[in-house]
């Protein structure tokens, strides 16, 4: 079966742009993650969907992080404007439901702000 | 929120069996524990979930017990292809711990 597909695989911007991230999902998963993983740490949760509905975004930072799901299968996460913290591995995954499934990854975006 | 606490690196040679333990701390009556394992420049891999007692599949074994408080992931004959940083997660929280490195030598 096709894998979770994200793009782009590296972006490089300075501070203060804006950048955009996608992720197509497994077909037929409900379940779909955004992870930040910074250097050196494991993967942090920014942002859960269920279909295409929100179930946890308390870790986001809503001031200049956004994402959406529309139509319950495609995701798109957006910086704007990135700071330099923001450098990190970007990381998508779906699964099946919501409670209890194991999460299928993509192998992420690499960001670098300068 | 429940917090898991691991090793941040072990050491191991071909051959042997590795054993690797999380702490979870305040971990709900419902939680499921899941293991990953993660390359570098991939995402993280799923190896293994349980709730209580011991779980086997075809690359690991993993042992909770009766108090849910920790859980062991067990690989038993490593390769130096087994050199990753393995993650235990909480399923309710959608968290991963800091990870532990471990690295295989021949």
């Known amino acids: 079966e096709a894998g979770v597909a994200q793009s782009p695989r590296y972006k490089i911007i300075e501070k203060r742009q804006s950048v955009a991230f996608w992720c197509n999902p497994i077909s037929g998963h409900a379940t779909l993650y955004w992870y930040q993983q910074i250097l050196g740490q494991g993967p942090k949760l920014l942002i859960q969907?269920?279909?295409?509905?929100?179930?946890?975004d308390s870790q986001l930072p809503k001031d200049r992080f956004s994402a959406e799901r529309l139509k319950g299968v495609d995701s798109t996460l957006k910086i704007q404007p990135a700071k330099l913290e923001d450098s990190a591995v970007y990381l998508c995954?779906?699964?099946?439901?919501?409670?209890?499934?194991?999460?299928?990854f993509g192998s992420g975006t690499q960001l670098s702000v300068l | 929120l429940a917090k898991t606490t691991q090793p941040v690196s072990m050491d191991s040679y071909e051959g042997q069996e590795v054993n690797i333990t999380c702490s979870h701390n305040n971990i709900a009556t419902n939680d499921y524990i899941t293991w990953y394992q993660q390359f570098p420049s991939q995402g993280p891999r799923f190896i293994i979930q349980?709730?209580?007692t011991k779980v086997t599949n075809e690359v690991a074994s993993l042992f909770i017990p009766a108090d849910r408080k920790s859980s062991t992931l067990s690989l038993p004959r490593v390769s130096l292809s087994d050199t990753a940083v393995y993650y235990c997660?909480?399923?309710?929280?959608?968290?991963f711990g800091a990870g532990t490195r471990l690295t295989v030598k021949p």
């Open positions: 969907f269920q279909n295409n509905g929100v179930v946890d």
């Open positions: 349980g709730y209580k």
């Open positions: 997660y909480n399923n309710n929280d959608m968290r």
């Open positions: 995954a779906s699964s099946l439901a919501h409670v209890n499934e194991k999460l299928f």
